[in-house]
């Protein structure tokens, strides 16, 4: 028996606000189609209105009206007084629907079941999110409960499990009040109001109790990124899917998860860079940014993304092939700035250069002169890249002058690891060697060297 469960079908809203134009708006929308399918929904249309703020039923009467034609709701928020309809009203507001629900489908054996899910492509209110689940009678969400589902599902270490539950519980949190209360938020104490105390205390406790237990495990990879601090050390940054796991794997051999889907990747993996250099670079891949990327959830991989802080280059890598590439960069900055790591210098990477014709890869490279224009999947590019790599820690390097003692040799590996040997030579007190290495990781090998 193969009978699968039935894909939740969701149909989309978006509110196009003044400030926005219609490729940034299109492109918005298309980039929540990808998060929701992400999910494992199936989108079945898509309904955008412009107006000049989010209101409190999010979209205007008329328009509410044609979406829960849709997903079979009233229409109406029932505590809303009725007011009449104004067809004038409607006509300013510029609306389009799009995709297969245009018109409300017949009932029949064959036709697909009416979307079950709302999404809307900007964060609302508790308030705004019941408002609409009473006129269309469909369960909504909005795009940072989205991305909170996905990061929520592809949580795989301890620590991002930890990080994601603690900024899904801080997003619930709110919106718990007014499921509980059940009612207007002006309607004082009642029953529903101790519930919601006794809710919230149960999230209050659970979050200190995350907390705590991110602190223990936070301090282990402090210690483990304290141990590495004087390495050389290349972090992957960028939007969600623009390539980073793929480079990863590219430059390091290793086998990270490359996956065509938004936020792949949450947790932090760090490899040497392969073939093997002397000193070895480490390469670090990161959870990836998107635009609108709740502040929560910023916050609480603050610890994942100090792999990106303390590293001594990082890789900006974003898909050229995209239309919104720039916005992406722009998320991206925005992102580093916010954690601190705009100081840390960097190299714009241009990734999926194959999917760029001649003329649009010529126009990059006008614009961006200082890129590196390349393609994960061809090993020439990637070749290059790490000599590129290579090249910019090597005019950091010092040369200096070690002396490994004959009752040290276990050492040795740890030597050949954190710095390059020019020329060995021995004498009476041991093994005399010329390295080159970063300052600090040949000043570590000292008192490595040293202690007794
Ligand atoms: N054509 C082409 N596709 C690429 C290239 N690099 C990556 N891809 C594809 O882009 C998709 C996303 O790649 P990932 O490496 O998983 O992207 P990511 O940046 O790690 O994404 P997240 O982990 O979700 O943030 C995959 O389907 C890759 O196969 C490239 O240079 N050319
Ligand atoms: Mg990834």
Redesign the pocket.
Known sequence: MDTKPPVPRAILVGIQLPNVDDLAHAASLEELGRLVTTLGYEVSGTLSQKRDDVGATVLGKGRLEDLAAITGGTGTVASMAPKHKSKARERFDSAETTGPERLPAEAGPDTPPRPAYVIVDHEISPNQIRNLELATGAKVLDRTGVIVEIFHR?AHSREAKLQVEIARLKYIAPRLRESVSGGERQQGVGAGESDLDLERRAIRDRLAELKEQLEAIQKESDQRRSSRRDQLRVA?V????????????ALTGSE???????????DTTVRALQPATSPRVLVA?????IKKLPHDLVASFRSTLAEALEASLLLY?V?A?DPTYLSQLAVTRDVLREIGADAVPSRLIL?????VSDEDRAALQITHPDAIL?????PG?VAALRETIIAFFEASMVDDQLILPYAKQGLLGEVFENARVLSQDYDATGRIMTVRGLPGAIAKLRRALAAS
């Open positions: 592809h992957l960028g939007y969600t899917n623009a390539g980073k796991s793929s480079l990863m794997r990270v998860l490359v996956a065509n889907q938004l936020f792949a990747t949450l891949d990161t959870v990836g940014f890598v898909d092939s990734n999926k250069i194959d999917r390349l393609s994960s999947k061809r590019d």
